[in-house]
C-alpha cells in the first residue's frame, strides 16, 4: 500500500515538472513550438514528456526508506528541472529563431 501510493505521489511530481514548458509560456507571455516543431524535437518532446511521470513514480518509492533518500531525491529534482529547462530552451529557440 505504501509504495502505491509513492508511485502516485511520485507521478504527480514528475507530472509537475511537466508542467514547466506551460509555466514558462504563461510567465513570459510567449509560445513555445508544439505543432510547428519538427518531428525528431516534438519526438524527444514526447519521450521526456512521457519518462518524466515514470521515472518520479518508480525512483520515489525505491529511494524512501533509504540511508541517502533526500540527498538522491534532490539530485532527481535538479536533474528534472535541468532537462525540462533544457527542453522548454530548445522548443523556445526554434519557435523563435534570431
Known sequence: MKKTVLFCVGLLIGYFFDLIPSLFEI???TNVCIESCPGVLRGISLAIYAA????WGVSLPVTVGKPHASSILICLSIASAFLMLTLTWFLYTYQHPQ
Not at 518524466?52 to 521515472?55: A, F, I, K, T, V
Open 27 to 29: 510567465l513570459a507571455n
Open 52 to 55: 518524466m511521470p515514470l521515472l
